[in-house]
């Protein structure tokens, strides 16, 4: 599977975007999707992940309530919409895919992985 992450740039805190992750496989469907960041100087940590089906998401206690994660099977797309975004939330974002049950918090449980994309909030 080739994972293909979009939609950083920057933004004023208290704004919002919208990552986009495009997966290669029509089998996308049969993974777990989940969103991950790592900010300069720091060790990569889980944002949110999400279901094969959409019905069980998990978020980091730093996101809950501003982040929202879900998935279009049919365009094999997921996306992270970012709101109330603050300047701690500043990081390059990464989509990854595990062909599990569960959408786990360890990046260790992901076995594809996009590229990267910046997301910057200014204060």
């Known amino acids: 599977v080739q994972l293909q992450a979009s939609g950083g740039g920057l933004v004023q805190a208290g704004g919002s975007l919208r990552l986009s992750c495009a997966a290669s496989?029509?089998?996308?469907?049969?993974?777990?999707m989940g969103w991950f960041r790592q900010a300069p100087g720091k060790e990569r940590e889980f944002v949110a992940g999400?279901?094969?089906?959409?019905?069980?998401?998990n978020y980091a206690d730093s996101v809950k309530g501003r982040f929202t994660i879900s998935r279009d099977s049919a365009k094999n797309t997921a996306y992270l919409q970012m709101n109330k975004l603050a300047p701690e939330d500043t990081a390059v974002y990464y989509c990854?895919?595990?062909?599990?049950?569960?959408?786990?918090?360890?990046?260790?449980?992901?076995?594809?992985w996009g590229q990267g994309t910046q997301v910057t909030v200014s204060s």
């Open positions: 496989e029509r089998t996308f469907s049969r993974y777990v």
């Open positions: 990854a895919a595990a062909l599990t049950t569960v959408p786990g918090r360890r990046d260790s449980g992901y076995d594809y």
């Open positions: 999400v279901t094969w089906g959409g019905g069980i998401t």
